[in-house]
C-alpha cells in the first residue's frame, strides 16, 4: 500500500482548500484512515478518522470546519478544510490501517492572518 498526496498550499484565514490522497492497493482492505497535522517542533496530531463503514471522528480543534471523506471508488481520501485559521498551519498527513500502518508523504498547508 503505498499513500500519495496532492493538495495544500497558502490559503487567507477563513479560506478552504481540499487535501487528498490517493491509495495504491487495495482500498477495501483498509479498515481505518486518518489525516494527522504536524507543526515545528510537536508531534503529529490526529485531526480526523473514518472507518471502513464511514464512521468519523475529528479533533476538537477541528470539529464543524473540517470533513473527511472516503471514495473508495476512486481510492481517495479527502480532507475538506474549511474556515482555515493560522493556527491550522501545519504539514498534514494521511495514515491508513492501524497506527497507522502506512503514511502518506506529507503536504505544508500554510493559512496566512
Known amino acids: 500500500v503505498q499513500l500519495v498526496q496532492s493538495g495544500g498550499g497558502l490559503v487567507q484565514t477563513g479560506g478552504s482548500l481540499t487535501l487528498s490522497c490517493v491509495v495504491t492497493?487495495?482500498?477495501?482492505?483498509?479498515?481505518?484512515m486518518t489525516w494527522y497535522r504536524r507543526v515545528p517542533g510537536e508531534e503529529r496530531r490526529l485531526v480526523a478518522a473514518i472507518s471502513g463503514s464511514g464512521d468519523t471522528a475529528y479533533a476538537d480543534s477541528v470539529k464543524g470546519r473540517f470533513t473527511v471523506i472516503r471514495d473508495n471508488s476512486k481510492a481517495t481520501l479527502y480532507l475538506q478544510m474549511s474556515n482555515l485559521r493560522p493556527e491550522d498551519t501545519a504539514v498534514y498527513y494521511c495514515g491508513a490501517g492501524p497506527g497507522p500502518q502506512y503514511w502518506g508523504q506529507g503536504t505544508q498547508l500554510t493559512v496566512s492572518s
Open positions: 492497493g487495495n482500498i477495501y482492505e483498509i479498515s481505518q
